[in-house]
């Protein structure tokens, strides 16, 4: 840094106050700084322009930063779409600042700046540029846009989160961030089968993704313990199938309309809904719900334990695959993402060769209904559709058998996601005394879930073949919003970055400094967290 410049004192000065400069060697008492003194205090004050999670591509600091004041105007351009991505970040900065921040459409080079351009910033890149007059996040899509407002909250001090007036400075430090991501898929899925979560806890996780750039909201929508989406040719699922949950509690499921309500939300969060109907095992549910589709047509009753693996769709009825067929058109028309999940785990009470004849006949369907096929890996162990995902949940252990028929899919086209149940499964303990989750993948510390290369994790995969990361959070043992917190902060910072920031940037030592100046954020939020000691935390 640069020395500070001293004022000149005037020569109509008090001696007294000459001698008080002598005295002193730096500052003159009551002297307005000049200019430049006053932009490298502001500078010291800002927080650091990489300081973010995810890590951006590139970051460029310099220059004066952009103070957030009374004045400051966000202007949007035309664009209605980028219009509500300017009162977005109006609604996060105007409680905590206390400041009137109009949204305009009204030209200016000053204050907060959205704006759409030709570039080479990719479907969700941009490029953030600070200096004295203002802040410009440009991008060539709204996607990109909004990203860029997730990197601004995270510039401007931990408290710009609160609700309440806060004393500011509002500082964004200068200089220049380009920032695009390294995987397309950067996803969470909730379980909302073993234990159902109403429209608005899932809002609040979606709010919580956007911070950190998820792009896909993976539902895990049935299981044997609850059927949680609405199906108007098969209403039975959701009014007895969902009627339940783990530890038999009331259940519940979502309406047509509540689930158009998730999706709108999540859209408007540039997250994509991934909806997943677990098929043939992980049936429980629904074989509860309609004897026909037992093969001794015979319905079970509702389960509401944790075992797996104990419930088959009956393979071989033609009944089986009018139901799948119902099911997935209606799902596929509530759905505007591209993509339909079919499960396809510890389908243990399936044979081999059953489950084999059951994804040829389901995979052509979800195509019939527009939608590409997403299955857990075991998909692998049959013949995944062309353009098919896989999404590994293996773990170190895993067999090399098991590896192999992965990477050999991947290798053959089909792409695969990863969610390595030892690395990024969020219901994994951390430590042996965490309250909640389960362990049968290990205890997950912040180090460890962070710590690995999605470009490189599975041999034999072609870096070409990762779509990206997606964590996912199993709710067993999680019953409510604060649990689903604990468990995913501070791992989910961890997985949103492996799958956005470049390889180039991964660095436990510089991760854990990133990641510890979230906790106050997280504080302001009033999200629960794990403070591990392995980051270190600013004191409280
Ligand atoms: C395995 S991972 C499952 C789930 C359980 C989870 C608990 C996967 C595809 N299946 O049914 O909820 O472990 O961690």
Not at 51 to 79: H, K, L, N, W
Not at 85 to 111: C, F, H, M, N
Request: charged fraction near 20%; aromatic fraction near 10%; hydrophobic fraction near 40%.
């Amino acid at each position: 840094m640069r020395p500070h410049h001293r004022p000149t004192p005037r020569v109509t000065r008090l001696l007294g106050s000459l001698l008080l400069v002598a005295a002193a060697g730096t500052f003159v008492a009551g002297a307005a700084p000049t200019p430049e003194v006053a932009a490298e205090e502001a500078a010291r004050k800002a927080r650091p322009l990489g300081e973010v999670v995810p890590a951006p591509a590139s970051v460029a600091p310099g220059g004066s930063p952009y103070r957030i004041t009374r004045d400051t105007r966000i202007r949007v351009g035309a664009s209605q779409e980028v219009r509500r991505i300017g009162e977005y970040a109006a609604k996060v900065l105007r409680p905590s600042t206390g400041y009137p921040l109009p949204v305009t459409a009204s030209g200016g080079q000053d204050g907060i700046r959205l704006r759409l351009a030709k570039g080479a910033f990719g479907a969700e890149g941009y490029r953030l540029d600070s200096g004295a007059k203002g802040v410009t996040i440009t991008a060539a899509k709204p996607a990109g846009l909004f990203h860029g407002v997730q990197t601004l909250r995270q510039l401007l001090p931990a408290a710009v989160e609160k609700d309440s007036v806060q004393p500011g400075p509002w500082l964004i430090a200068g200089g220049t961030v380009k920032d695009s991501p390294r995987y397309g898929w950067r996803g969470a899925m909730l379980d909302v089968s073993r234990h159902f979560f109403t429209v608005d806890q899932v809002k609040r996780y979606v709010d919580q993704l956007a911070l950190y750039k998820v792009n896909k909201l993976h539902l895990h929508l049935s299981d044997d313990q609850g059927w949680r989406i609405a199906v108007d040719s098969w209403p039975r699922l959701a009014t007895h199938g969902g009627s339940t949950q783990v530890g038999g509690g009331p259940g519940g499921f979502y309406t047509k309309a509540d689930y158009k309500e998730i999706v709108r939300y999540a859209a408007s969060r540039y997250l994509e809904v991934v909806p997943e109907i677990d098929m043939p095992g992980h049936t429980n549910a629904a074989l509860a719900s309609y004897a026909e589709l037992n093969c001794d047509g015979v319905a079970p009753p509702l389960y509401t334990g944790t075992d797996v693996g104990f419930s088959s769709l009956c393979v071989s009825k033609d009944v089986t695959y009018d139901f799948v067929d119902d099911v997935i058109r209606e799902l596929a028309a509530l759905t505007p993402g591209r993509y339909l999940h079919i499960g396809g785990d510890e389908a243990h009470s399936t044979s081999h060769e059953d489950y084999v004849t059951f994804m040829a006949r389901v995979q052509p369907v979800v195509a019939k209904y527009g939608k590409t096929v997403v299955g857990w890996h075991q998909l692998t162990g049959a013949t995944p559709a062309k353009g098919a995902v896989a999404q590994y949940w293996g773990l170190d252990g895993t067999s090399a058998e098991e590896k192999e028929r992965v990477a050999a899919a991947a290798r053959n086209g089909t792409g695969i996601v990863l969610s390595p149940a030892d690395r990024i499964y969020l219901d994994m303990k951390y430590t042996a005394d965490t309250p909640l989750g389960l362990d049968w993948a290990g205890l997950v510390e912040v180090e460890r879930s962070y710590d690995w290369d999605p470009g490189n994790y599975l041999p034999g995969v072609p870096a070409s073949a990762v779509r990206g990361v997606e964590a996912p959070l199993w709710t067993e043992t999680i019953t409510k919003s604060d649990d689903i917190e604990y468990m995913a902060f501070p791992r989910l910072a961890g997985a949103a970055e492996l799958g956005w920031s470049p390889a180039a940037t991964h660095d436990w030592d510089t991760y854990k400094v990133r990641l510890a100046a979230q906790g106050p954020r997280w504080e302001a939020l009033g999200i629960d967290y794990y403070r591990s000691p392995q980051v270190p935390w600013p004191a409280r």
